[in-house]
């Protein structure tokens, strides 16, 4: 039972011009993740939708296994790019934080309508994900313990979670693979922002991406000293915030 009353996270639809942005958050975080970057690029004049993925943005992390996966993620997308469209917005624009990029390049690689995407701390590449897995069974003992559920109950959650979490990302590091192999398919203008001080992740997945495209497509791409994993609410948000917002307005 949960003892502590819990506001939860929501998704996003701000309301501005005709191109629209959407932003896909973080594995284990929420739309809050992306929600002052969406203000920021709202203010600029575009409409921004920042969608939940399945099993997020709930009180319980056993939530994102039980209730999502790769798949499930990738319709998630799909139904946030038909949101858009079917509300009149024909050009639009898709960029995902970590696990969201992965998602945004997808939806660049497959579906029309999409002019420009790009990624923020996303590995299109193979990599170690033992600090991920480490960082969100931490994160999540630490959260039952602040809503107040038992000794016996966090246990048994927290089980369920170390016998899934290693499946989940292994499931992710497959997927990621035909959507890396079909890189040289996109042709449309991409943002990769790349932490350099990310803690959890290889800090060189950011430059290779750009390295694999500058070929084929316009590629922004901007590394920022300092800034953390999921960066886009740290001291150095604004700053991507006002790059983003510029490649925004060359592409658009």
Not at 37 to 50: K, P
Request: proline letters at 6%; aromatic letters at 10%; glycine letters at 8%.
């Amino acid at each position: 039972m949960i003892r502590m009353s819990v506001t939860l996270p929501q998704p996003f639809y701000f309301k501005g011009g005709d191109s629209a942005v959407i932003l896909l958050h973080t594995f284990a975080g929420s739309p809050m993740d992306v929600q002052i970057l969406g203000r920021n690029v709202q203010r600029a004049g575009y409409t921004v939708l920042g969608p939940a993925f399945s099993g997020h943005a709930t009180a319980d992390p056993t939530n994102i296994f039980l209730k999502g996966n790769p798949t499930q993620w990738w319709a998630d997308t799909q139904l946030a790019v038909n949101q858009l469209k079917a509300d009149g917005h024909d050009q639009i624009a898709i960029f995902g934080e970590s696990l969201g990029g992965l998602f945004a390049v997808k939806a660049m690689e497959e579906l029309s309508n999409i002019v420009a995407g790009g990624t923020i701390s996303t590995p299109l590449f193979p990599i170690d994900t033992g600090k991920v897995a480490e960082r969100f069974l931490q994160d999540a003992r630490a959260w039952y313990k602040k809503i107040g559920i038992s000794a016996e109950t966090i246990d048994t959650k927290m089980a369920f979670l170390h016998e899934q979490i290693n499946l989940t990302l292994q499931g992710i590091r497959d997927y990621t693979v035909p959507i890396h192999d079909k890189l040289n398919v996109i042709k449309q203008p991409t943002f990769i922002a790349q932490p350099d001080a990310d803690e959890l992740i290889d800090r060189t997945v950011g430059p290779r991406l750009a390295d694999t495209l500058q070929n084929q497509t316009t590629v922004s791409y901007h590394h920022y000293p300092n800034a953390p994993h999921v960066m886009t609410y740290s001291p150095q948000g604004r700053e991507l915030a006002d790059d983003l917002v510029a490649f925004l307005k060359m592409v658009f």
